[in-house]
Structure formats: structure tokens, C-alpha cells
T-cell receptor, first 112, second 113 residues
Framework: GEDVEQSLFLSVREGDSSVINCTYT??????LYWYKQEPGAGLQLLTY???NMDMKQDQRLTVLLNKKDKHLSLRIADTQTGDSAIYFC????????????WGAGTKLIIKP | DAMVIQNPRYQVTQFGKPVTLSCSQT?????MYWYQQKSSQAPKLLFH???????NEADTPDNFQSRRPNTSFCFLDIRSPGLGDAAMYLC????????????FGSGTQLSVL
């Protein structure tokens, strides 16, 4: 069945770039999303990319999509302490009847 | 301005005692979702309403029910909570079903004693 995979943890120094990676299996994915969840809070849509694009930039955020390899990444430039959160990758496509399929989330840890 | 509002923020109930969680939205979205999220896990979809049309996920236990009396409100009823039902419950909305981004509430953290 459809699956989305992410590493569970990423540790970076404040000021460095963070790159969070995600792989997925549904080749019919239409949109791919990055959601951010701060401790004890709901999920906030951070950014998303349409499947016919390979890059999207939004201020400090860059999303790269390699559709051939079914690989999605989120780059956060100049990582700040406020970026500490869990980042979820999600996709929807025909295989899941267009319901969101979620990764397990990557916890971003910022070192001073 | 909060657009998807969940109450209460924290809910404590006793084992087997029915509990209701509520969600309201000011976005006038057609679709409302209930997710269960346990610690360090991805959200798990329980069910969703597309307008008044109720859609249950195949593996959602019968213990979980939902009501949507109007566009703005949706309720999650847990008839006989067990210890394994302790989790964060997230309500979300989208304008239409399918390729649409979700707007989430802040969640209700449910504890079962």
C-alpha cells in the first residue's frame, strides 16, 4: 500500500541549514505537503508543492521534489530556535483515494 | 484569529465514562476531519464529513462516533474510553475533499484515568 517515510530526528546548529527528507510510494500524488507541529499544538501547513513542479521557494523554506525517485525535501535556511518542532511530510493521490498519507514526522532539534 | 477551534484544550475522563470533544470552524469549509494522534506518531484519520455525508475509516473502532449538526460544528463522541484512547485529538477542515490543504485546530489532549 501507499507509504511515506521520514527519519525520526534531525539535529542542526542554530544558523545552519536544515534539510528534512521524505520518500513516498504513490506515483499518482498530486500535492505533497510539509506540516509543522510545535509541542502540544495542532499541525500547521508550512508549505506544499504541486507534483508538476520540482522546486518551490518561500522565504527561508525551499521544497525540492524529485518525482522520478519519489523524494521530497524541505530545506530551512538559517535555522532558528523557533524552528524546533516536528515536521510531517504528507501526500495525497489516487492510491489513497486522495486522503492524506502521513510520514511519522521528523523532530528537528536545534543546538546553540 | 482562530479558524478551527477545539474545546476543551485538555480533557480528563474516567475509564468507561463517555466523553465528547467539540470542534467549530469559521471557514465555512465543506469537509471536517477527526484525527487521533498518539505521542511521536503521525495523525491517524478516524473519519470525516463531506457536508452531511459521514465517512468512517475501516479501522476506526465502533467506540468512536461523530456528529455534525451543521456546517460549523463537529463532535467526537467516545462511548466507553479505554486507556488506549488517551491521545491528542485533532480536528481539521478543508474546502473540498481530495487535493486540498487542511486547516487544523490546536487539538484536545485526552487523558483516561
Amino acid at each position: 500500500g501507499e507509504d511515506v517515510e521520514q527519519s525520526l530526528f534531525l539535529s542542526v546548529r542554530e544558523g545552519d541549514s536544515s534539510v528534512i527528507n521524505c520518500t513516498y510510494t504513490d506515483s499518482s500524488s498530486t500535492y505533497l505537503y510539509w506540516y509543522k507541529q510545535e509541542p502540544g499544538a495542532g499541525l500547521q501547513l508550512l508549505t506544499y508543492i504541486f507534483s508538476n513542479m520540482d522546486m518551490k521557494q518561500d522565504q527561508r523554506l525551499t521544497v525540492l521534489l524529485n518525482k522520478k525517485d519519489k523524494h521530497l525535501s524541505l530545506r530551512i535556511a538559517d535555522t532558528q530556535t523557533g524552528d524546533s518542532a516536528i515536521y510531517f511530510c504528507a501526500e495525497n493521490g489516487m492510491d489513497s483515494n486522495y486522503q492524506l498519507i502521513w510520514g511519522a514526522g521528523t523532530k528537528l532539534i536545534i543546538k546553540p | 484569529d482562530a479558524m478551527v477551534i477545539q474545546n476543551p484544550r485538555y480533557q480528563v475522563t474516567q475509564f468507561g465514562k463517555p466523553v465528547t470533544l467539540s470542534c467549530s470552524q469559521t471557514l465555512n469549509h465543506n469537509v471536517m476531519y477527526w484525527y487521533q494522534q498518539k505521542s511521536s506518531q503521525a495523525p491517524k484519520l478516524l473519519f470525516h464529513y463531506y457536508d452531511k455525508d459521514f465517512n468512517n475509516e475501516a479501522d476506526t473502532p465502533d467506540n468512536f462516533q461523530s456528529r455534525r449538526p451543521n456546517t460549523s460544528f463537529c463532535f467526537l463522541d467516545i462511548r466507553s474510553p479505554g486507556l488506549g484512547d488517551a491521545a491528542m485529538y485533532l480536528c481539521a477542515t478543508s474546502r473540498v475533499r481530495g487535493v486540498e490543504k487542511l486547516f487544523f485546530g490546536s487539538g484536545t489532549q485526552l487523558s483516561v484515568l
